[in-house]
């Protein structure tokens, strides 16, 4: 500097940039106050987050995908000071928590778009549909001001189809648990347990065997009023359904896996859904983070590691920032050039796609409701379908949108290879099997998604052959490049996954940043 010169704000900033790096800067500058504090749109959310990044710190923050780990990472960091920006390489954020309504046109690799003509108010979840009350993405719907309700898992009135044959899920359930407590009792009574417990227990189970299978005196399991009705009671008792199968039947029947789905810890009744639509969540985040901070359409080509920070490069464009964070999924990330180490591209070439798909069909008259009497809950099949939903939502509507297949794997291949027309042919004949011709019936339009096909996500989620060192591995940062996902977690599949994995990343970066500063 020559002798009289005067030092300007911007002549330091630049020399400490040229000195220390981008975050010696970002850190002057907030020294100075011309810094950002947080993102450009305060919220208040109705009760304080369970979670929060200590002290605030001005850094930039390259976020790598728009889903629902992205914007969670932005959404937290921009809280905490920094200046984040989100590359999403599909036409709108949210990834694969997808909700299609009406004017929404859905493309896919290798096949035609579709154009979805749900009447209005009318939605199908094509990606996550339920959250478990005890999940993260509750405390994000309570902090973010997204109302709830009740998803209905586990409906006694749904049904059960293994092997042909079709019966109420009360019915099955009542069955097995009838027939595995008459086989106990009968031990009991015969002093197959006198070595293990005493008598006075044995009488205490015998009670409760009693009560679990609904047993007659004999404790006999003949049948029991939980199976159903063929006319329900009201001025008399009502017609029971005929008296079950033999044992054998009932084994035969395989339908120890419906039955049991809701006994897992993330699969619980009650479970829960946002107010018309899982993106709701989505578009929440969305609005907090600052939709001027969210570039859609940006295919991210090359990332580099450099000693002050992080290029992000795509066609026609790149960005540098101090730091980022990388929510793709992992086998499009380990295919994207960079230089974060062969160690690193072998482990996100680890995990393999799973194959996912879900066709929503929507009718005219809610049949289920008015015929079969089914509000809400899931069917449970051997087909392969897998599943049928039916909505927990808009009871007593004129139309609504039943989810006609929600398979995995194999079967989800098979159905991803044919047409969205021949999806929905095929998905119709198998639902025809468990409710009759009503079923092919008052049916307006449909859409249907397999997430192998989608366009940067080729997926519904992945799988790890074991979470081994490659996932640990994953779990810390590369350089500067920190990585997030439900795929880093055991919540894999799950908003909360992706919330969780968003929270550890932040963290980690966070401590780094006020230790640099």
């Not at 200046?83 to 694969?96: H, I, K, S, W, Y």
């Not at 299978?213 to 009705?229: N, Q, W």
């Not at 980690?508 to 006020?514: I, K, N, T, V, W």
Request: glycine residues 12%; neutral net charge.
């Amino acid at each position: 500097m020559k002798d009289g010169a005067t030092l300007t704000r911007r002549g330091l900033l630049v020399g400490i940039g040229a000195v220390g790096g981008a975050g010696a800067m970002y850190a002057a500058m907030g020294a100075l106050g011309l810094a950002p504090s947080g993102q450009d749109k305060e919220y208040t959310p109705p009760r304080p987050g369970d979670f929060s990044l200590r002290g605030k710190a001005a850094a930039s923050v390259v976020i790598l995908g728009g889903g629902v780990a992205g914007l969670t990472a932005a959404y937290e960091l921009g809280k905490a000071g920094y200046d984040c920006t989100v590359l999403e390489a599909r036409p709108r954020a949210g990834g694969r928590s997808l909700t299609l309504r009406r004017g929404d046109r859905l493309t896919e690799e290798n096949g035609p778009a579709q154009e979805v003509t749900f009447g209005e108010g009318v939605y199908f979840n094509a990606g996550p549909g339920r959250i478990a009350q005890w999940m993260l993405a509750i405390d994000y719907c309570r902090e973010l001001g997204v109302p709830i309700e009740t998803f209905i898992n586990n409906n006694a009135q749904a049904y059960v189809h293994t092997n042909g044959r079709t019966v109420r899920a009360r019915t099955a359930r009542a069955d097995m648990y009838g027939y595995i407590a008459e086989l106990l009792a009968k031990a009991t009574n015969l002093g197959a347990l006198d070595r293990t417990i005493t008598k006075d227990d044995q009488e205490r189970l015998l009670e409760f065997l009693r009560r679990f299978g609904d047993l007659g005196p004999k404790h006999e399991y003949d049948g029991s009023t939980r199976r159903g009705f063929v006319r329900n009671p009201g001025m008399d008792g009502g017609v029971p359904i005929p008296p079950p199968g033999s044992l054998h039947d009932v084994l035969a029947a395989a339908t120890g896996r419906s039955i049991t789905n809701d006994f897992g810890y993330d699969q619980a009744t009650p479970m829960f859904q946002p107010v018309g639509g899982m993106d709701a969540i989505v578009r929440k985040l969305e609005a907090a983070v600052g939709p001027d901070r969210i570039r859609t359409g940006v295919r991210v080509t090359k990332i580099t590691n450099l000693d002050d920070g992080v290029e992000v490069a795509w066609a026609g464009g790149a960005v540098k920032a101090d730091y980022c964070v990388a929510t793709l999924p992992p086998h499009l990330l380990a295919a994207i050039p960079h230089n974060l180490g062969a160690q690193v591209t072998s482990a996100l070439r680890t995990p393999v796609p799973v194959a996912a798909g879900k066709i929503g069909l929507e009718y005219g008259r809610r049949w289920w409701e008015l015929e079969d009497r089914i509000f809400g809950g899931v069917t449970e099949t051997d087909l392969d379908i897998t599943h049928i939903w039916y909505p927990s939502h808009d009871y007593f509507s004129d139309r609504g949108v039943l989810v006609g297949y929600y398979n995995t794997e194999r079967e989800a291949e098979l159905y991803a290879a044919l047409t969205p027309q021949d999806r929905r042919r095929k998905a119709v004949t198998q639902g025809r099997k468990i409710h009759g011709d009503k079923y092919g019936k008052d049916l307006l339009s449909s859409v249907s998604i397999a997430w192998e096909r989608q366009e940067h996500i080729k997926g519904g989620w992945v799988r790890w052959p074991a979470f081994d060192s490659s996932f640990t591995l994953l779990q810390r940062p590369a350089g500067r490049v920190y990585f997030a996902g439900d795929w880093l977690t055991h919540l894999i599949a799950w908003q909360a996954g992706s919330m969780e994995s968003a929270r550890s990343a932040v963290t980690q970066l966070h401590r780094r940043a006020l230790q640099s500063q």
